[in-house]
């Protein structure tokens, strides 16, 4: 394990809640203030749930990173589930394939300050999002 | 972690705490529920003041027990949404829509107690 980089096993709901926490937990560590802790908090409950309903197990790791004077913090959502075939149709708001909401990578887009997703069909999924502290 | 429900005359009280799964949320689902059924309750406020995050299955599972408990003729308030929290909702795109919400759980009792005195 690289040094500051927490990772998280996604396997099961219980999971989705432990990531959340020790995202918000590293979030409020790093000086994020708490409104930005609640919407990284909340992005990785949507990433994490993400895993569960479509690639059953995965990993979640939180580092905080910097870029010249600024801060902030790195969430990478993997998996090596299903991947998405049409990443674009995936980002349109109120898409989903799993019964769900829809609602969840466009709408993580929106938490975060950046956003970058890989997908390969039959291999897997990575998310990767960032938020910069103020 | 269950979740404490409350009976206050006519009215149930569903506090959630700040850590909920979502096995948790669908047990609460069923519980309340079948509450409302069993003591003929005509309103459930949820109370959601420690709630950390509402995401996208949080909300959707309170808008089913609203729309549920609906059905069964009795009222649904959501109380205690945080402000970070409504913000966090509104950026991701949730909504509570056609469930009537209110500060804290001293309004949502007065809202309802003007309710039930209009509708008797």
């Known amino acids: 394990m690289r040094a500051g980089e927490i990772r998280v096993a996604i396997n099961s709901d219980q999971d989705i809640v432990t990531a959340r926490q020790k995202g918000r937990a590293l979030a409020m560590e790093a000086g994020f203030s708490t409104g930005d802790a609640t919407l990284i908090a909340t992005a990785i409950s949507e990433l994490a749930r993400n895993i569960v309903s479509y690639a059953r197990k995965g990993e979640i790791t939180l580092k905080i990173v910097s870029a010249s004077v600024r801060q902030g913090i790195l969430i990478v959502a993997s998996d090596n589930g299903p991947g998405i075939p049409d990443i674009r149709q995936a980002m349109r708001d109120g898409f989903s394939t799993s019964g769900s909401l829809g609602l969840g990578l466009p709408g993580v887009r929106r938490l975060m300050d950046e956003f970058e997703i890989t997908s390969q069909p039959g291999k897997g999924t990575m998310v990767a999002v960032k938020k910069w502290k103020l | ?120």
């Open chain 2, 1 to 120: 972690m269950e979740v404490p429900i409350l009976k206050q005359g006519e009215v149930l009280i569903a506090t959630f705490q700040a850590a909920l799964s979502d096995a948790d949320l669908e047990h609460l689902r069923r519980g309340l529920v079948q509450q409302v059924v069993k003591f003929r309750s005509r309103a459930v406020i949820v109370d959601v003041t420690a709630m950390d995050v509402m995401d996208s299955f949080a909300s959707r599972t309170l808008r089913e027990i609203a729309h549920m408990i609906r059905l069964r003729g009795a009222e649904t308030v959501i109380v205690g949404i945080q402000p970070e929290v409504a913000f966090a909702m509104v950026q991701l795109g949730l909504t509570l829509e056609g469930v009537a919400t209110a500060l804290d759980l001293e309004e949502g009792l007065a809202y309802l107690t003007e309710k039930f005195k209009n509708a008797d």
